[in-house]
């Protein structure tokens, strides 16, 4: 069965250090995404990636960049953390099916 | 772009009572609509599916039924246990498109 890791599951930063949160998949799967998870704000796109170095902006990329060099690895880079970062991140990939599948979060806190 | 309304946002039930959370949706070539759930301090995991050439799926307990006139889908849970206590997430993949667009999420709690 696919297995989606993300480096942290608890993630404390200051603000304006740059984060760096990984996933990794060990598929083979094309399509690789990040959220964003607030409460009563749903799961928010931040970006994807259908390849390896390609990558698309989702709804809220502003803060926000990406890095997907091998297949396996989509890297979720914040270049300089601010506390309205603070919050779940969810790694994602896509099944052939359509399905989308999650890797456990990272829960970031920055002060 | 796609748009996906859910309702409602919390939801509290009987143990042995059906519940049904509902979704809309805006973009008329969106084809595939999944339903997660997400128990506390855990990941979205998908319960159930359907596609825009179906009207609906069961699987045991739960049900999905989907109108594409009018442009919404429903969850129906039967026969509610404590452990259908979760959020529930229902989706729309726009037409042609890989990614996925989320609702809101519904809070579901079953009193024993």
Redesign the interface.
């Given at each position: 069965d696919v297995k989606v890791t993300q480096s942290s599951r608890y993630l404390v930063k200051r603000t304006g250090e740059k984060v760096f949160l990984e996933c990794v998949q060990d598929m083979d799967h094309e399509?690789m995404?990040w959220y964003r998870q607030d409460p009563?704000?749903?799961?928010?796109?931040i970006y994807?990636s259908?390849d390896v170095k390609m990558k698309e902006k989702?709804d809220i990329p502003e803060g926000y960049s990406v890095s997907r060099e091998k297949k396996e690895r989509f890297s979720l880079i914040l270049e300089s953390a601010s506390t309205n970062q603070t919050s779940m991140y969810?790694c994602a990939i896509?099944r052939t099916?359509?399905?989308?599948?999650?890797?456990?979060?990272t829960r970031l806190t920055v002060t | 772009g796609e748009n996906v309304e859910?309702h409602p946002?919390t939801l509290s039930v009987q143990e042995g009572d059906s519940a049904v959370i509902k979704c809309t949706y805006s973009d008329s070539a969106s084809n595939?609509f999944?339903w997660y759930k997400q128990e506390l301090g855990?990941?979205?995991?998908?319960i159930i599916?359907i596609r825009s050439n179906v009207g609906e799926k069961k699987d045991q307990r739960i049900a999905v039924t989907l109108n594409k006139t009018a442009k919404h889908f429903s969850l129906h849970i039967t026969e509610t246990q404590p452990e259908d206590s979760a959020v529930y997430?229902c989706a729309a993949?726009p037409g042609g498109s890989?990614?996925?667009?989320?609702?809101?999420?519904t809070k579901l709690t079953v009193n024993p």
């Open positions: 399509n995404f009563g704000l749903g799961l928010r796109l994807f259908y989702g969810l896509r099916s359509g399905e989308q599948y999650f890797g456990p979060g | 859910q946002s595939y999944p855990k990941r979205p995991q998908l599916d997430f993949s890989e990614k996925l667009v989320f609702g809101k999420g």
